[in-house]
RNA sequence: GCCGAUGUGGCGAAAUCGGCAGACGCAAGGGACUUAAAAUCCCUCGCUGGAAACAGCGUACCGGUUCAAAUCCGGUCAUCGGCACCA
């Protein structure tokens, strides 16, 4: 036998595949179907990290086994190429974002294909494609014309030196991480999507779902609903502002009001505000600040009273002071608060900074030491007609009450912000959108897209802040489709994230040029059966791709509500000194390297057998040694084959085997499936042999983890045909079950010694076999037994004293 | 700070529902084979004491519930992910 020469064998088998195209999903809709998908990358300029294939791999063997199972399985692959490090590349380098990508993405392709993944290539798709971002367009115009898309004024982070809008990342410690100058908020006008209409389907539609528990938990979390009532406060100046509260049942507790700075009623009042020069001050200074520094719980709490205008307690008529603060955020609620220091704890610490009163109106704190905000228990106090009512009851109260006065009304708010949809850069997809100054925005028509990205000099963004595209006088400036005047394109593109909202639907039909897909591809393929993803995408990618295709449902383009039927996580692959891979720490490890040295078949045995797949694990060079020696052995089984189904011997061992891998398998435990398919060789070579039919099961159960090599040793073995046309074995639940069992016999729930007893045992035989047994006899010699109990196939434990 | 998670030998880890802690693998030590090395094969391997039998301790830390806790409850500490323009 010649020792195991991977790399000729994973080429021959890499290219068989590709010749018969085997791993296609195929077009007839009569089969059962499995749709099985992997967030596709982003194909940066660092090639494939080890962290991509554990993903990849472990849904790799899913497919693999769906397939055997009779599934027509779609397992797709593609890139997600716009984007802001592809840009800062290219005007670094000088050279088209579009000739980056196009390198980045063979490397990763070339990458992918070592590892032999059993992707369907002719479906490969890339959002930079105009075929495709035509129909990202195409979904914009929809969201446009369904009032789901505006422009809005918002805070964005601006450079003072690059003269340029900067990402939250490429703000380091409030200065631009490239030149180190000052980062100021500076307001412009952003297309928006109304994800915030879709919070209420986006939280409640998640209890059918099979995400991961934690994924739910984190959405949930992070659209952040919350029930209470908007109050209206009048002002000493007759107007008005609205707040938002959880808690309108401690009106009367209200003493103060905050507003935010950027609150428009300042400037109103600007002539009425004594101290404006102190609040101008205020304001500025926070504009420097981030939403993250701002509301730190623990920072000092600051802010400004606005000296000459009071607002009026709806509930009392009493006149109480208005402040600004940087903590209360014009982007949350209503951008006002009423402030209760009895019962928040941020009110409390400000009220006593501010040396401002503090009332009591539940009962059963002491606010002069701390906020009272346990709702639970106590009744209401100081609270006119709400006196002596329990929190709940004075909340129904007090709604009622604001309704009928006509001060407020029961509201249900949510953290969710609505979705920043612009960016002044380049490489994204242009908005189709032309600005008229008579017509206002108007949208292009859907026979002018894919509206293509033109050719510009220089990727870098204009002084003014806008995108690069804003240059380009002869693609910016267009005739109005509606009147026929002057007017201008929208030169801002849309972000990264646009591309990857929709574009696992595109799999389903990927070369279609008359529709996103065809009714019937979307019919038999959607909702995608299993998605696995990094959690650091639950709260953006995750939600965003689920809000498009809600609208996508809503407007009868996707027969599903909802994208994804199942939702996983895998954890991240650290370096090997624990700490994540990076360039600058220099611990980064290049897949081409594993699968140069050891091969694709030990690289993926690996990274499944590296630990709990939920779980951030370390790489280790040396254990990667392990996965080669286990394949190594494997190989060596030629040597030993004799004839025959399974012995008897091994019977048991080989239906429980089955019954382990096929449900690991399901449960993303391939760990301990390669645990057990370890076990089971070792077995084997104890025997000293292994029959043609204990050979052919094992070589089935480990194909989808190392599918080259067990490939290779069906044909050498002669089994007929190859892996990939035959079916998974399936065991017999009897055959699973020994016939005895060794137990632990235990005093006082102490393991005292193993007695083997047969499966089927009474409680009552158990016990009486235990205290037969010479060690438990003496142990309770002389004692009294207090309790008895038996728990079937594990132990015996008498309680004596 | 807020939201979510994690913490088990020298290392990666395993352990249905609360039921024998450490499966499987790495490293290490000892041995076989070899002129030698590599590879391979066999043995040992949580800690402490003991020649051994065995005993005690042990799942981040403190406390609780239970016949029984890595697992449940309360608290503490540490680490990681996200925080809305990175992807």
Not at 411 to 417: A, E, I, M, P
Request: proline share 4%; with cysteine; charged share 30%.
């Amino acid at each position: 036998m010649k020792s195991y020469d991977f790399k000729s064998v994973e080429k021959k088998w890499r290219q068989r595949w590709e010749e018969t195209g085997v791993f296609h999903a195929r077009n007839d809709y009569t089969l059962p179907k499995f749709y099985c998908l992997v967030e596709f990358p982003y194909p940066s300029g660092q090639g494939l990290h080890v962290g991509h294939p554990r993903s990849y791999t472990a849904l790799d063997i899913v497919a693999r086994k769906k397939r055997l199972q009779g599934f027509n399985v779609l397992y797709p692959m593609g890139w997600d190429a716009f984007g802001l490090p592809t840009e800062n590349y290219a005007i670094k380098n000088h050279m088209h974002p579009g000739q980056v990508t196009v390198q980045n993405v063979a490397r990763f392709k070339k990458q992918l294909q070592s590892l032999g993944f059993s992707f369907d290539w002719s479906r490969e798709i890339n959002t930079t494609d105009p075929e495709y971002y035509k129909w990202t367009q195409w979904i914009f115009l929809r969201l446009y014309e369904k009032g789901l898309a505006y422009k809005k004024e918002m805070a964005v982070n601006w450079c003072t030196s690059c003269k340029c809008v900067l990402a939250n990342e490429e703000v380091v410690n409030g200065v631009c991480e490239r030149c180190g100058s000052d980062v100021v908020r500076k307001v412009k006008s952003q297309w928006m999507l109304k994800i915030t209409e879709y919070a209420r389907r986006l939280i409640d539609d998640l209890d059918d779902l099979n995400y991961i528990e934690r994924v739910k938990i984190q959405q949930k979390n992070w659209i952040g609903r919350s029930e209470g009532a908007e109050v209206e406060f009048r002002t000493t100046e007759g107007d008005s502002f609205t707040v938002f509260t959880t808690r309108p049942d401690t009106l009367f507790g209200a003493t103060y009001s905050v507003l935010s700075p950027e609150n428009p009623l300042i400037d109103k009042w600007e002539a009425k505000i004594k101290n404006i020069g102190e609040v101008a001050a205020y304001r500025d200074e926070c504009a420097r600040k981030s939403d993250f520094e701002r509301t730190e719980l623990n920072k000092d709490k600051t802010g400004v009273r606005i000296d000459g205008v009071e607002a009026i307690n709806p509930v009392n008529g009493e006149k109480i002071p208005i402040f600004i603060a940087d903590y209360v955020l014009i982007s949350y609620g209503t951008g006002a608060i009423m402030a209760v220091p009895g019962h928040d704890t941020r009110d409390w610490d400000f009220a006593r900074k501010f040396s401002l009163p503090i009332i009591e109106v539940v009962s059963g704190g002491d606010v002069d030491r701390e906020a009272h905000t346990d709702c639970e228990t106590g009744l209401m106090v100081n609270s006119g007609f709400l006196t002596g009512l329990s929190v709940a009851d004075a909340k129904t109260e007090i709604i009622k009450w604001l309704s009928d006065n006509g001060k407020g009304a029961a509201k249900v708010s949510y953290k969710l912000r609505d979705w920043v949809f612009s960016r002044q850069r380049y490489w994204g997809e242009p908005i189709p959108i032309i600005c008229c100054g008579k017509c206002g925005h108007v949208p292009l028509d859907e026979s002018s897209l894919p509206l293509r990205l033109p050719e510009v000099e220089s990727y870098e963004p204009t002084d003014s802040g806008e995108s690069p595209l804003a240059k380009l006088t002869d693609w910016v400036n267009v005739k109005c489709p509606r009147c026929g005047g002057d007017a201008k394109r929208e030169t801002d593109t849309m972000p990264q994230w646009a591309g990857s909202s929709w574009y696992f639907l595109r799999y389903c039909d990927p070369h279609n040029d008359k529709e996103i897909a065809s009714g019937e591809a979307l019919d038999y393929w959607t909702p995608v059966d299993w998605y696995n993803g990094g959690m650091e995408h639950t709260t953006l990618h995750l939600l965003y791709s689920r809000f498009w295709h809600k609208f996508l449902y809503d407007i009868g383009v996707v027969p599903t509500p909802e994208p994804y039927a199942k939702r996983t996580s895998h954890g991240m692959i650290l370096g090997e000194n624990g700490e994540k891979m990076s360039k600058s720490r220099g611990n980064v490890v290049n897949p081409d390297d594993i699968v140069n040295e050891y091969g694709a078949d030990t690289m993926r045995l690996y990274e499944m057998f590296i630990g709990d797949f939920e779980k951030a694990a370390p790489w280790s060079s040396t254990s990667v040694k392990g996965c080669k020696r286990f394949v190594d052995r494997v190989w060596a089984l030629q040597e030993i084959i004799i004839k025959g189904e399974y012995r008897a011997e091994l019977e048991g061992d080989m239906h429980r085997l089955i019954k382990k891998v096929t449900e690991d398998i399901d449960n993303l435990k391939a760990n301990t499936a390669i645990a057990a398919m370890m076990s089971m060789l070792n077995r084997i070579y104890e025997t000293g042999a292994v029959t043609r039919g204990e050979l052919k099961t094992f070589l089935l159960l480990l194909n989808p983890f190392a599918p080259h090599l067990t490939e290779e040793m069906w044909e050498i073995c002669r089994f007929g045909g190859e892996v990939t046309g035959q079916k998974w074995p399936v065991f017999d639940s009897e055959k699973c079950v020994d016939e005895t069992v060794e137990i632990a016999a235990q005093i006082n729930g102490k393991v005292r010694a193993r007695i083997v007893v047969g499966a089927d045992i009474s409680a009552d035989e158990a016990i009486s076999q235990a205290k037969s047994d010479k060690k438990i006899k003496d142990a309770i010699e002389g004692k009294t037994i207090v309790k008895e109990l038996y728990v079937k196939g594990r132990l015996v434990n008498i309680v004596v004293k």
